[in-house]
């Protein structure tokens, strides 16, 4: 931990609009069990006097706890190429194109295409809530580069119950888009949301994401724009692709044998509305009640130096070895050895089903290690029943530098579809892709479990 968020949580007068996403990225840092800025953030929520500072810990607890956006349909999964209502995809100036497009997604199987956009950008209308909001969306540019074109930017534009601008727009900073080459990035605010403004009630908010000088050929991977208000009550449990492993550590850590949040997940389970929401919960209380991966010997403790079949060690690119080797694990007695690998990683071939699937790996390279450069990447290839690709699913990149300490994973969440573009989804290409690791950076994988509803 950093000396400036040591005393972040310190100081209460910094849980303010510009610091509320990092605080609450720190608190999600600091993993199921909580940490001292989660017990502060918990602590100015129960405070008896009511204050903005408040009512922000109480949306951040909110958020942490899988409170579900105000936004619909925020990650585009519902839709056909041209229509993700409620968004609405009329704002485009001068020339660009928006689209929805499914196989390439930080969350879900669904993203928005932005390409060539020169000013425009989705956007939806809401019925806020006078407190607290916070705002946040995911883009990522395939192929950027530092002098790529473009700006991303969140507006809440508030209106009156006519739908007359009320002369205050709320924004966030401009960031550009070429941050984005390597990975999901995030553009957020948060502030608060008025009454009134010049004695007139505000009813409604367009919510909008500005999207700004587009090179032609430039194209933008849009995902998760959630806008976050506390409910009027207590906000309920979500399991949602994000919260999914958070909530499975929580619970198998700390309610094995039942608690408060393991019967909320029960509740959703036994729910009779069918939904992601119930399928994830019913997958998370399999895996935590001991349901075996679909991967086979997801351990590696069968085979031979070279040999861990199902699994295929021949993606190598350039340099680097993989050879299975024993005494070293997460559990059992085997796990994968890779070193010093430029590009690749062990692959195994699945059947999946429609549906929720949860995926872990365990990683860690020996202490001591000089340097450890590199980072590591889950990835779910999927395809037609000859083989051809369909679209991609991938977690976010983590530097193998987080299993410095010990054994650290890496997660992935997320919906298979049964239908892509109208071609079913017959099987998936399941992958741990170890990048730019240096000639003799050791890391060991193990416990590579990929989890659906049998």
């Known amino acids: 931990m950093y000396i400036d968020d040591v005393m ?50 109480r949306l951040m607890l909110s958020i942490l706890a899988g409170g579900a956006p105000v936004t619909e349909n925020a990650s585009f999964e519902t839709g056909t190429t041209t229509d993700v209502s409620p968004w609405s995809l009329g704002w485009i100036e001068g020339r660009g194109t928006m689209e929805r497009r499914t196989g390439t997604a930080r969350s879900g199987n669904a993203v928005l295409l932005i390409k060539g956009l020169l000013n425009g950008g989705p956007f939806q209308i809401v019925s806020p809530k006078a407190g607290p909001f916070a705002l946040r969306a995911y883009f990522r540019v395939p192929g950027a580069t530092p002098t790529t074109a473009g700006t991303i930017q969140l507006a809440v534009n508030l209106k009156d119950a006519s739908g007359n601008e009320l002369g205050n727009i709320m924004r966030s900073n401009f960031k550009p888009i070429s941050v984005a080459a390597d990975g999901w990035i995030t553009v957020d605010m948060a502030g608060i949301i008025p009454e009134k403004i010049n004695g007139i009630e505000v009813s409604t908010a367009l919510v909008v994401v500005v999207v700004s000088n587009m090179e032609e050929e430039t194209e933008l991977y849009l995902d998760d724009v959630d806008f976050y208000q506390l409910s009027s009550s207590s906000p309920q449990l979500q399991v949602t692709d994000q919260t999914f492993w958070s909530l499975l550590d929580e619970v198998a850590t700390n309610e094995s044998n039942g608690g408060p949040i393991r019967n909320q997940i029960t509740e959703l389970a036994n729910g009779t509305e069918p939904s992601e929401g119930r399928e994830y919960a019913r997958l998370l209380l399999s895996v935590v009640d001991g349901a075996a991966s679909v991967m086979e010997n997801a351990s590696f403790e069968t085979g031979t130096a070279t040999d861990v079949s199902p699994w295929s060690l021949g993606w190598i690119e350039e340099r680097g070895v993989m050879e299975r080797q024993e005494g070293t694990a997460h559990s059992g007695n085997a796990g994968l050895l890779i070193k010093g690998l430029y590009t690749g990683g062990p692959f195994q071939m699945i059947s999946p089903k429609a549906g929720p699937y949860a995926m872990r790996a365990h990683f860690r390279v020996p202490a001591g290690t000089p340097t450890t450069a590199g980072t590591i990447q889950l990835a779910i290839n999927l395809k037609d029943a000859s083989g051809n690709e369909l679209g991609i699913l991938r977690s976010n990149l983590m530097p193998v530098s987080a299993g410095a300490d010990g054994w650290a994973a890496i997660e992935l969440a997320g919906i298979i579809p049964e239908k892509i573009n109208g071609i079913a989804v017959s099987a998936a290409l399941v992958v741990a892709i170890v990048s730019n690791l240096e000639e003799q950076t050791e890391l060991y994988l193990d416990d590579v479990g990929f989890y659906q509803l049998s």
Do not use: C, H
């Not at 509320?20 to 100015?44: K, V």
């Open 8 to 57: 972040m949580y310190q100081n209460s007068a910094v849980i303010s609009d510009q610091k509320f996403w990092r605080m609450t990225d720190l608190a999600a840092n600091e993993g199921p069990s909580g940490g001292p800025i989660r017990n502060q953030i918990t602590e100015l929520a129960e405070a008896a006097e009511p204050s903005d500072v408040r009512e922000y810990a």
